[in-house]
């Protein structure tokens, strides 16, 4: 069932939700992340924008988004290859979440881990298409 209602105090989750880019270019992150910072407020300022690391390890890019209020909906977003998300937070806000990708992405969900209080889910994202 996907519901898009905040929960009720009585049943209160926390409204963060952390997303995790790796194995793509900085640009793709960038904008994957200026999308969601359209929607919704961030720990990560508007001109922070992902930076190439040199070296064995793979890069992996984070922000914390708070779900609570839809500022503005993102519109379509062109990326240059698909990108996999890896987002964790309650259920309510990581299904609000991935609500507001759909504005702007094709959105795969790839798998989910469903824990007590919290949900893990991996999503490829993709330009959309008319």
């Known amino acids: 069932m996907r519901t898009t209602q905040r929960p009720t105090a009585a049943h209160s989750t926390d409204t963060d939700v952390t997303v995790e880019l790796s194995g793509c270019e900085a640009g793709d ?15 990560r300022a508007s001109d922070d924008r992902p930076q190439e690391v040199t070296g064995e390890r793979p890069t992996v890019w984070s922000a914390t988004f708070d779900v609570a209020e839809v500022r503005e909906k993102a519109g379509p977003t062109r990326l240059t290859s698909p990108v996999v998300a890896d987002v964790q937070g309650g259920y309510w806000a990581v299904a609000r979440l991935q609500e507001a990708l759909t504005w702007a992405f094709a959105v795969e969900v790839l798998g989910t881990a469903a824990g007590d209080q919290e949900q893990e889910a991996q999503l490829r994202l993709d330009t959309r298409r008319p």
């Open 29 to 43: 992150a960038h904008a994957v992340f200026g999308a969601l910072r359209t929607a919704f407020a961030s720990d």
